[in-house]
């Protein structure tokens, strides 16, 4: 065998069952929950990514941000709802999937009877240090804690994670 083909490198390997992944409840105005399944505090990873679920209760929406300095992709797996991008409303409903680009302007809502859940993928990472910050940490099978408001410092939390700074003109449901 060749010396070059002994220098080949592995990458590492992580599995997560179900209940495994670390999560946190969420403040106002998304409350519900996330799961942060993949970042690199978590494996080592050549292409620091972020991968986890969130789950949004009827009523409950993710208000309008962008993030200027990273990629973004949903997958919803199971709810309805809508999405605003750049001011375009768009169905959210199992299998439907978005790829965001950097600085677009997004917001997801759940106007459903059931709670909304998807994927996110964040590219490169830090997403899943902002819902640590603003969130509480969440033991699976627990109940659902009264909504809980956002910290007083949540526009420096986002400025020091994925976040562009917050437009002027920010959109509502």
Same mark, same amino acid.
């Given at each position: 065998?060749?010396?070059?083909?002994?220098?080949?490198?592995?990458? *590492?390997?992580?599995?997560?069952?179900? +209940?495994?992944? &670390?999560?946190?409840?969420?403040?106002?105005?998304?409350?519900?929950?996330?799961? /942060?399944? #993949?970042?690199?505090?978590?494996?080592?990873?050549?292409?620091?990514?972020? #991968?986890?679920?969130?789950? /949004?209760? @009827?009523?409950?929406?993710?208000? !309008?941000?962008?993030?200027?300095?990273?990629?973004?992709?949903?997958? /919803?797996?199971?709810?309805?709802?809508?999405?605003?991008?750049? +001011? &375009?409303?768009? =169905?959210?409903?199992?299998? =439907?999937?978005?790829?965001?680009?950097?600085?677009?302007?997004?917001? #997801?809502?759940? !106007?459903?009877?059931? *709670?909304?859940?998807?994927?996110?993928?964040? /590219? @490169?990472?830090?997403?899943?240090? #902002?819902?640590?910050?603003?969130?509480? !940490?969440?033991?699976?099978?627990?109940?659902?804690?009264? @909504?809980?408001?956002?910290?007083?410092?949540?526009?420096?939390?986002?400025? *020091? =994670?994925?976040?562009?700074?917050?437009?002027?003109?920010?959109?509502?449901?």
């Amino acid at each position: 065998m060749s010396e070059q083909a002994n220098a080949t490198s592995h990458g *590492d390997i992580l599995v997560r069952q179900p +209940g495994e992944a &670390v999560s946190y409840w969420q403040p106002v105005p998304a409350n519900g929950q996330i799961e /942060v399944i #993949f970042a690199p505090h978590l494996v080592p990873m050549e292409h620091p990514i972020g #991968f986890g679920t969130q789950t /949004v209760p @009827p009523g409950g929406y993710v208000r !309008e941000h962008a993030h200027d300095r990273n990629e973004e992709v949903i997958f /919803v797996i199971s709810g309805k709802g809508r999405a605003v991008v750049e +001011g &375009v409303n768009h =169905t959210m409903q199992p299998g =439907t999937a978005f790829f965001i680009g950097k600085n677009r302007r997004h917001m #997801f809502i759940n !106007e459903g009877t059931e *709670d909304i859940h998807w994927m996110w993928l964040i /590219v @490169p990472n830090g997403l899943e240090d #902002f819902f640590r910050l603003i969130g509480r !940490e969440r033991q699976p099978g627990e109940p659902a804690p009264e @909504p809980f408001p956002r910290p007083e410092n949540v526009l420096q939390i986002e400025r *020091d =994670t994925v976040f562009a700074a917050q437009p002027a003109d920010q959109r509502q449901p």
